[in-house]
């Protein structure tokens, strides 16, 4: 039997027709630019996170970085950040010239500590990132307390949690503003890249939507120095189909995670903790295993596909490396960075795929 980490295409196929009716849409409107399906996409998304204010951008990165520069960060500036997670949360604040500074996360969730949050704030802190790695909300109750007591911005990289909820609430209304990824792996996923800043301030909002369009409001009035991070009108009439399919997607994916928690319960490997005030949406679903590598080998030679996110922690890679740090100086990212690895999760996986994956593990560990 053959597993694949994930079919994208059998994914996109499943909505066939009305993608291809939104393609057309847009085709024969003349209109590909800010029009009427970005209009569309942003009063449906920020219904979906129960929020007040979407903006259309051009990715994920572009976000976070829209959102760093509406709340005034830059040079001198120091912004919080996980010590695991991928190198685009890290990027976007250094595009604009702050410093970002790495946090260890809890092992077991592996989402940023908020006890170690509060040790590194200096008086050059201006925000902290959070991000809800593999789906999985952080601790937001203490992570507030936190910032409220020293007055930080709270910016949700959200990439890879659309539709996740903390206490009930929807990832993109838990801090001051979300960045979202339509890369299209994420659980919403577009022919191409896009993305989208959510919040409830109107500020922070039309800020982000003035820099992402050359600084404009009125075409060739330029009220600031901007940036061209649009959405692409096309891929907004997309994600409006994919959206509409979102929340059975997402209960597709918790049925896969609920068989491999059931399934690997006793096996030599650890499987990711579940707060309980948390609804992951399992974007992935990651376990740590020692012998990673020979692991994944003896699964791929059993048909079934496995990803690593992510080899190399930040602070490790050449980009940092002029922040000096050095092996060992973030043990637990190392640790988790070392030992993760992530099984098929997909929508379209069916039981036997997955009960597939279970039988294999339990016979290479």
């Known amino acids: 039997m053959k597993v694949p980490f994930l079919d994208l295409k059998a994914i996109n196929m499943a909505h066939q027709q009305p993608l291809k009716e939104a393609f057309d849409r847009v085709l024969n409107s003349?209109?590909?630019?800010l029009g009427q399906e970005v209009k569309a996409f942003e009063q449906e998304f920020s219904a979906y996170c129960k929020a007040d204010h979407c903006v259309g951008v051009s990715n994920g990165l572009d976000a976070l970085h829209l959102i760093l520069k509406a709340m005034d960060i830059g040079p001198g500036d120091e912004v919080l950040v996980p010590s695991n997670t991928y190198i685009a949360t890290w990027l976007a604040i250094s595009y604009t010239g702050?410093?970002?500074?790495?946090?260890?996360?809890?092992?077991?969730?592996?989402?940023?500590?908020?006890?170690?949050?509060?040790?590194?704030?200096?008086?050059?802190?201006?925000?902290?990132?959070?991000?809800h790695l593999y789906g999985q909300p952080a601790d937001m109750d203490p992570i507030r307390r936190v910032c409220n007591a020293h007055n930080l911005y709270i910016i949700e990289d959200a990439a890879q949690a659309h539709g996740a909820a903390y206490q009930g609430t929807p990832v993109g209304v838990l801090g001051d503003a979300a960045a979202f990824s339509f890369y299209p792996g994420k659980n919403l996923g577009a022919l191409g890249d896009a993305g989208a800043v959510v919040t409830n301030n109107i500020d922070i909002a039309e800020k982000v939507r003035v820099l992402s369009n050359y600084g404009s409001r009125v075409k060739y009035h330029n009220e600031i120095r901007g940036y061209n991070c649009r959405l692409d009108e096309l891929q907004a009439a997309l994600l409006r189909v994919r959206?509409?399919?979102?929340n059975e997607e997402t209960s597709q994916r918790r049925q896969v995670a609920r068989t491999y928690i059931e399934g690997l319960?006793?096996?030599?490997?650890?499987?990711?903790?579940?707060?309980?005030?948390?609804?992951?949406?399992?974007h992935l679903f990651v376990v740590r295993v020692e012998h990673r590598?020979?692991?994944?080998?003896?699964?791929?030679?059993?048909?079934?596909?496995?990803?690593?996110?992510?080899p190399i922690p930040p602070h490790l890679q050449p980009a940092y490396s002029d922040l000096g740090f050095q092996k060992g100086h973030f043990p637990i990212s190392e640790r988790i960075h070392d030992t993760v690895l992530s099984l098929p999760m997909s929508p379209t996986l069916d039981a036997d795929q997955v009960n597939y994956v279970?039988?294999?593990l339990h016979k290479v560990l």
């Open 243 to 246: 959206l509409k399919g979102l």
């Open 98 to 131: 702050a410093t970002p500074v790495p946090v260890e996360p809890v092992e077991a969730t592996y989402n940023i500590d908020p006890n170690a949050i509060e040790k590194a704030i200096t008086s050059r802190t201006k925000a902290v990132m959070v991000v």
């Open 293 to 310: 590598d020979e692991v994944q080998r003896k699964l791929s030679d059993h048909g079934i596909g496995t990803l690593i996110h992510y």
């Open 265 to 282: 319960k006793d096996a030599s490997l650890i499987l990711p903790e579940v707060l309980d005030s948390v609804d992951p949406v399992w």
């Open 358 to 360: 279970v039988d294999t």
């Open 30 to 33: 003349g209109w590909y630019v």
